[in-house]
């Protein structure tokens, strides 16, 4: 069972559309021991840094979030959900993340438009990843700029070069949407899935 | 480097695509889940299906109809049409929508703009402007299907729905809309020039050589309906030609 975190700020349909069509159950959940030991863990997120930051704070899912992650248990983090295990961003300044990982998240430069909507190439930096070279669905705003130490992590030109994804053991962070990624992010749902 | 973005779209009512569309290797060409899957099979980047209900069970028959389509796509569908408040837009979203439209009701009510963004987020608003030419470089804003003209320049429109949290335009323009004649290419230029946001151009296009002129004069997506529905084309010729001709798509 794939436990999808409801922070019900996100619109996790086509996500749950996507386990639907790889034939595995999922439920929605905020339950703090859920979350922390849970085989598949999916941190989703779409709309505000600060919004999203408040309903783990609500739920109680910072310390099962960190310590399962920690602890190396299958986790996959989408877009916001990426940016949440960052120390923070600029789109709430006032707002802690997980800090999972001690980088922070920017804006967009001014050459671009934002949002980031559409198909971007993602490159991974490394051999071995969780994923190949593909083409994926971006929405977002805010990105990171510089990789995590001792992660591995794919690359992705816009306006300059921003880290489009970052992994490490069973965890997966990615700013895109696998979900909205045609059969190239179906492929990576269900490796991921099959990895852990 | 983002890909340019090729953006069937399907008018529903009442479950069925209601506009003419001709294809033989469908089983069903009115059903709108077969038809997006059908689209996405040949590359879409992106479906819109715009609501044209008349009664409020066409409406009710239309949610059903995105999560049948919601099923079937791996890539983001759009759904516009009739969205009057943040409750429309979240049935909408809960039925499996990633974006939803609006238009008429952002004109009457620009702060439904805010408050869409700020429950969804900038990049679930896409705002659509239906722009209608005066005079050279000026438009202005028609709504209700082009009934009622609005007293509105469309340029400073698309700015203001920039500055209240709109994440997308999806640009009309009245003038060429089933037209044939390509798109209007100093609209496109004008709202691009006005604001950051990516816009969607619409209406006129009958070939691949308006969408390329679209491209050059700004365009971050194409909206096509009849010149895929009439099947002279599919989404991937299209983009075939397209690559030709130097644009960036995802192939």
Redesign the interface.
């Known amino acids: 069972m794939i436990q999808i975190i409801d922070t019900g700020v996100a619109n996790i349909r086509s996500l749950q559309a996507s386990f639907d069509r790889l034939g595995q159950p999922w439920k929605l959940t905020v339950d703090p021991e859920e979350i922390r030991s849970g085989i598949h863990v999916v941190l989703p997120g779409v709309g505000a840094f600060a919004a999203a930051a408040r309903k783990l704070d609500e739920f109680n899912l910072r310390e099962p979030l960190i310590q399962r992650i920690e602890a190396d248990r299958a986790t996959l983090c989408i877009c916001l959900g990426m940016q949440l295990l960052c120390a923070g961003s600029d789109e709430s300044p006032d707002t802690k993340g997980l800090a999972i990982i001690s980088q922070h998240v920017s804006r967009f430069g001014v050459d671009v438009q934002i949002p980031q909507l559409g198909w971007n190439e993602v490159t991974p930096q490394q051999p071995n990843g969780p994923f190949e070279l593909g083409l994926a669905y971006f929405a977002n705003s805010f990105r990171l700029v510089e990789p995590p130490d001792d992660w591995g992590f794919a690359e992705t030109e816009y306006g300059g070069v921003f880290i489009s994804s970052i992994w490490r053991g069973r965890i997966l962070a990615c700013q895109f949407h696998p979900e909205l990624s045609a059969a190239w992010g179906q492929t990576l749902l269900e490796d991921w899935i099959n990895m852990s | ?3 340019s ?1 090729i953006i069937p779209c399907l008018d529903v009512n009442a479950g069925r695509v209601v506009k003419g569309v001709k294809f033989q290797n469908l089983r069903d060409a009115g059903d709108p889940v077969e038809l997006s899957d059908h689209y ?1 099979q040949q590359g879409a ?1 992106e479906i819109v299906l715009l609501d044209v209900s008349a009664t409020r069970e066409d409406r009710i028959a239309m949610l059903e109809t995105i999560e049948s389509v ?2 079937r ?5 759009t759904v516009g049409g009739g969205v009057g408040s943040v409750e429309d837009a979240r049935r909408l ?6 974006k939803v439209s609006t238009n008429t009701a952002a004109v009457r009510d620009p702060e439904l703009i805010n408050r869409m963004s ?7 608003t896409v705002i659509a402007i239906d722009a209608r030419r005066h005079e050279p470089g000026v438009w202005g804003v028609v709504t209700r299907s082009g009934t009622k003209a609005e007293p509105l320049n469309a340029i400073d429109w698309a700015a203001e729905t920039q500055a209240r949290g709109a ?2 335009i999806l640009l009309t323009s009245f003038d060429r809309d089933g037209t044939r004649s390509g798109y209007d290419l100093e609209l496109l230029v004008a709202v691009t020039q006005a604001t ?3 816009v969607i151009a619409s209406g006129g296009a009958n070939s691949v050589d308006h969408m390329v002129e679209a491209f050059q004069h700004g365009a ?2 194409v909206l096509a309906a009849s010149i895929f529905h009439e099947g002279n084309y599919t989404v991937a010729q299209v983009k075939q030609e397209l690559a030709i001709r130097g644009i960036e798509v ?1 192939q």
Do not use: S, V
Request: proline content about 6%; some cysteine.
């Open positions: 480097m983002l890909k973005r996405q980047d919601r099923k796509l791996t890539i983001p569908l979203l809960g039925a499996g929508a990633d700020a429950n969804f987020g900038a990049q679930c994440g997308e950051r946001l990516p971050h997506a995802r």
